[in-house]
């Protein structure tokens, strides 16, 4: 896949906390394209765990922590809903085309994002294929249907979710660099967790 001079990747994600998903996420979307956008945000279908600030405080470490040129964090693209995003990206990169990055779990959703057609027609959806979340041409022909055009992107996400992280927090799952933020704050119980 060649990567377009114009082309930025938004990757949106909950971050709640981020884990070593996420950070292998971020580096590989540097190797394809010219410009990498994430913020944390609140997703409509999910109870999220702490607050927005915070989960914002944990990706610009693990964003810091990649210190990759290409890449960048702009909180000011937050917003639970897709389309309010891609509005917001295109007034500050009016020239740009955009790929919304979703990992392969959140495929299922987009038939009920709010204005998935117009969603659709104003950003590809490059998908990353989470470890244990197969994608089924069921969910494509769905992209499809609506009008999408999507890529698969080349590289496998492992399995190392932040739900996972939640039920049971242990270091092995998080960039080292947030540990000591989750243990200073006891975010997630995780301080407790460990005596």
């Known amino acids: 896949m060649k990567s377009k001079i114009n082309s930025i990747a938004l990757f949106g994600t909950s971050a709640d906390p981020p884990t070593l998903g996420h950070q292998a996420l971020l580096s590989e979307l540097t190797k394809v394209f010219p410009k990498v956008i994430t913020w944390a945000s609140d997703n409509p279908e999910k109870k999220h765990h702490i607050p927005l600030l915070k989960r914002t405080q944990l990706l610009r470490?693990?964003?810091?922590?990649?210190?990759?040129?290409?890449?960048?964090?702009?909180?000011?693209?937050?917003?639970?809903?897709?389309?309010?995003?891609?509005?917001?990206?295109?007034?500050?990169?009016?020239?740009?085309?955009f790929s919304f990055v979703i990992g392969s779990d959140l495929a299922v959703q987009i038939p009920k994002w709010l204005h998935a057609k117009s969603v659709l027609n104003k950003a590809k959806i490059a998908i990353a294929i989470r470890d244990g979340w197969p994608i089924s041409n069921k969910q494509l022909e769905e992209i499809k249907k609506l009008?999408?055009?999507?890529?698969?992107?080349?590289?496998?996400?492992?399995?190392?979710?932040?739900?996972?992280?939640?039920?049971?927090?242990?270091?092995?799952?998080?960039?080292?660099?947030?540990?000591?933020?989750?243990?200073?704050?006891?975010?997630?119980?995780?301080?407790d967790k460990r005596k």
Do not use: C, M
């Open 61 to 97: 470490i693990l964003v810091k922590k990649i210190s990759h040129p290409k890449l960048e964090l702009v909180q000011e693209l937050s917003s639970p809903r897709t389309i309010h995003t891609l509005q917001k990206a295109f007034q500050i990169w009016p020239e740009a085309s």
């Open 147 to 191: 009008g999408g055009d999507f890529e698969l992107l080349p590289f496998k996400i492992p399995e190392s979710s932040s739900s996972k992280f939640r039920e049971k927090p242990q270091e092995s799952l998080v960039p080292s660099e947030i540990i000591p933020t989750l243990l200073e704050e006891n975010l997630y119980g995780f301080a």
